[in-house]
């Protein structure tokens, strides 16, 4: 897709890519790969690491200028080329799921082991202090069709961290997501998506969740083009809208994009758990749930019920409100069972806070009050007082 895109084009295009998505004509993941061309069409693409241009108008999704070029302290041990390697298994399971292709499809080029330097296996993200230990693992080839990856491991496979990869076009950039907690950084382009570290080398690979593409043209459509600083991480949002973003919506924005991010990394096809609060109704004769909801940070609100799935977006105030209790109010479950008669349903909450403060009482109640009218929204029901 051509950068000079005008903002309008862009969402008839994510619209129609949604459509794409839900199974019309083809999906986003069946899109081949658009290498950048070498001067040699035998040779290897070029790759984050070896190329000397990045993806479109994202100049540090490959940058490393300024972090420490730390390597590794080889092992004399001959490399293994097998196409079968227990060393190899989980990057191979990993990359086959990040890239949506058959693990069958990957081949295992080389596998050597390796002394890196700290404990991020000598690629540290920018800004992350590493453990300053030698740690034993293995440096790690793989490849499909003419693409290859890199990848360096611990001992055990546990900690994975990409070296090398080709260098894809993403398309024109529409989120771009970084977080200082994680060190971890999204680029939600036209075409496809673009993750990894900070500062390190990015892979590029198909939506992960094809929903996303709807929720991505309801934000665009919305809201104006802006940047921010929000407790969900830095964002940059091409929104072609006419609704400037609050803070809250700003945040809100980051946190979808983080849910984005997480599933991409790690390579999931079901969408990831965004859970500040559940909400579960029992009835006491059989314990059997009769309606669970799930509030989420990105500003979504799902009920599971007989009649299957149900899915509201939450207002920008009601929005205000969680994060408050999250900022606030350290994680806690609460059930009914002991502030009502047995001959009641049981009402259960579970909220994942992040503060260090007990909930207040008078804050108990808003936030009863408040998952009751969501409750009511999405069952259309009368939740007992």
Known sequence: MSADRSPASLVVFIAASALILTGCVTTISSLPPETIETTDSSSPARTHQEADTELPQQADLVATEGLPDMSA??????????????????????????????????TVQQVNRADWPDTCLGLPAEGEICGMMITSGWAITLSTGDQR??????????RIRLASAPLVDAGKTLVTWRDSRSFS???????????????????????AIPARAGELETLLARYSAFQANTPAGQIEFAGVGTQRPTPTEQRMIAEWARLVHTEADKGLSEPAADRAIVWRRQVPAGGADTGTVVIGRAGFAVAHGPTGPTVVHLEPDEMQELYRWID?????????????????PVVSIDFAGEGVD???????DAMLAFIHRTVRRLLVATVPE
């Not at 606030?328 to 009641?344: K, T, V």
């Open 358 to 364: 007990i909930l207040s009482e008078t804050d108990r």
């Open 185 to 207: 950084m999204l680029v939600v382009g036209t075409q496809r998506v673009a993750f990894g570290r900070r500062g390190r080398p990015m892979l590029v690979a198909p939506l």
């Open 328 to 344: 606030r109010y350290e994680s806690f479950e609460w059930r009914s069972d002991d502030e009502a008669p047995q001959s009641r």
């Open 73 to 106: 302290s080889p092992i004399s041990t001959p490399p293994r080329t097998a196409a079968v390697d227990p060393a190899a298994a989980p990057v191979v399971a990993l990359l086959a799921s990040q890239l949506r292709i058959p693990s069958e499809s990957i």
């Open 149 to 158: 990856y890199q990848f360096r491991t611990d001992e055990s496979g546990q």
